[in-house]
T-cell receptor, first 113, second 110 residues
């Protein structure tokens, strides 16, 4: 079946602009995760959804970052007033439930000029 | 706090040689450990997890709680093993999110 999809695959924006990144999880997966991979760094956890609720937002680096999930499916990660340090690959993953194997999307490469 | 350390950023071995990718972790509880792999131009995918005790593509990894290690091993490296390998830890509580190491790029020389 179809895997996790993310859009756009690449996004170039100017400092100070807002961006929205989209994630379509595998159908039926209730858990959804956002991670970020900055140059030379490992993957960094941002936020977790179980259904539509986000019980763990501890990884969001600042209040410029927010995320929502609707209908227990699609999720959007929004970054307001982007900064150059936000440049990274943003990865989405989903799983059947919190303890199951996470399946990753191809990522969105964000470049902030 | 959880931490995963992969001491080698780059590792090169000859085809047919044994390979070991090191991973050490710190966590006060009882974690679950994973190895993820990313081949060129492909997405990150699970290679193996310690609770499964499987051998995938000839790779094995044993959780050593005394040494807090989860090294990935393969007796005879193949060219198709060239990839980026990430060790990851799950606290198995709450969100069950993964904590990743910084990764090791393995190159198998023909």
């Amino acid at each position: 079946g179809a895997g996790v999809s993310q859009s756009p695959s690449n996004k170039v924006t100017e400092k100070g602009k807002d961006v929205e990144l989209r994630c379509d999880p595998i159908s039926g997966h209730t858990a959804l995760y956002w991670y970020r991979q900055s140059l030379g760094q490992g993957l960094e956890f941002l936020i977790y959804f179980q259904g539509n609720s986000a019980p763990d937002k501890s990884g969001l680096p600042s209040d410029r970052f927010s995320a929502e999930r609707t209908g227990g499916s699609v999720s959007t990660l929004t970054i307001q007033r982007t900064q150059q340090e936000d440049s990274a690959v943003y990865l989405c993953a989903s799983s059947f439930w919190g303890a199951d194997t996470q399946y990753f999307g191809p990522g969105t490469r964000l470049t902030v000029l | 706090a959880q931490r995963v350390t992969q001491p080698e950023k780059l590792l090169s071995v000859f085809k047919g040689a044994p390979v070991e990718l090191k991973c050490n972790y710190s966590y006060s509880g009882s974690p679950e450990l994973f190895w993820y792999v990313q081949y060129s131009r492909q997405r990150l995918q699970l290679l193996l997890r310690h609770i499964s005790r499987e051998s995938i593509k000839g790779f094995t990894a044993d959780l050593n709680k005394g040494e807090t290690s989860f090294h990935l091993k393969k007796p005879f490296a193949q060219e198709e093993d060239s990839a980026m390998y990430y060790c990851a830890l799950s606290a198995r509580t709450g969100a069950n999110n993964l904590f990743f190491g910084t990764g090791t790029r393995l190159t198998v020389i023909p």
